[in-house]
């Protein structure tokens, strides 16, 4: 019966074929929308930008090496090149494998869903990073962080354009590039004020900081309703339009909202 209904409700949406109609008006939720976005390219700028400036700090290299800086040449006194390579590139495997399921993922539990998700499972990988005194924990933890990257930065332009306003979704794409660059500025920021600390604050603030924006980011979003579009997938039409009012600021029976419905 439900699915009768769902399909007759289908039939009785109409696209609009006027393409200059006047769209709902953007609220303060669109705005908040961008600015989450933002931090989405922030999370992902950070992550990529501290860990050279962490690899050459004196402290983390005396505690990953075990290397006594009074007594080791200059020239030997380094972190060792394969690690680097391996603690820098891993990252970028857990992100590669996170964005292959992400899509399967975000299709099946939702847009906003996965991404909370990612952030949670990226805050796991920080806490181990955080933790490591060693090489082995260090690229555990940058992996399983990857992996969290990968969910974030494969649905968040994704989840936003679905649920903002047209007039703003060059804005939210935009500014996530733009906030990625300033996610790796902050990053080299961070890193110069810690790397003369003489104890293990000096790689772990930087470390630790990525929980910020990930608590932001994923806290943000519980904020704001799934996706639209993932309702309309799933077939739950009333939910979808539930939806749109929400972010749109119209009745959920207006005619703007039936519109943008009827296009989805």
């Known amino acids: 019966m439900a699915e009768e209904k769902g399909h007759e409700r289908k039939q009785s949406l109409q696209a609009p074929t006027d393409t200059t109609r006047v769209e709902a008006p953007v609220t303060v939720k669109a705005y908040l929308m961008c600015a989450f976005a933002a931090f989405g390219g922030i999370f992902f700028g950070f992550d990529s930008g501290y860990i050279n400036g962490v690899m050459a700090m004196p402290y983390f290299i005396q505690e990953f090496e075990h290397l006594d800086p009074d007594t ?97 979704r060059g804005a939210i794409v935009s500014g996530y590039q733009f906030c ?39 806290g943000g979003l519980l904020l704001l309703p799934e996706s639209p579009r993932y309702f309309v997938k799933k077939g739950e039409l009333d939910k979808a339009a539930h939806v749109l009012s929400r972010v749109r600021g119209q009745p959920k029976d207006s005619e703007l909202i039936q519109q943008e419905l009827a296009e989805i």
């Open 180 to 218: 990625i660059t300033i996610g790796l500025m902050l990053a080299s920021c961070v890193d110069y004020a810690t790397q003369d600390r003489d104890d293990s604050g000096s790689y772990r603030i930087p470390i630790a900081l990525q929980m910020l924006w990930a608590l932001i980011l994923g």
């Open 72 to 168: 080791t040449p200059k020239d030997k006194f380094v972190f060792a090149s394969w690690k680097k390579s391996l603690v820098t590139s891993i990252l970028s495997a857990g992100t590669f494998f996170g964005s292959l399921i992400a899509g399967d993922l975000a299709d099946y539990f939702g847009r906003r869903t996965t991404i909370v998700a990612g952030c949670v499972v990226f805050i796991g990988g920080v806490v181990l990073q955080t933790a490591s005194t060693e090489v082995g924990m260090l690229v555990a933890g940058r992996l399983i962080a990857g992996f969290g990257v990968g969910f974030v930065s494969a649905i968040i332009i994704l989840y936003m354009s679905e649920i903002a306003p047209r007039k703003v």
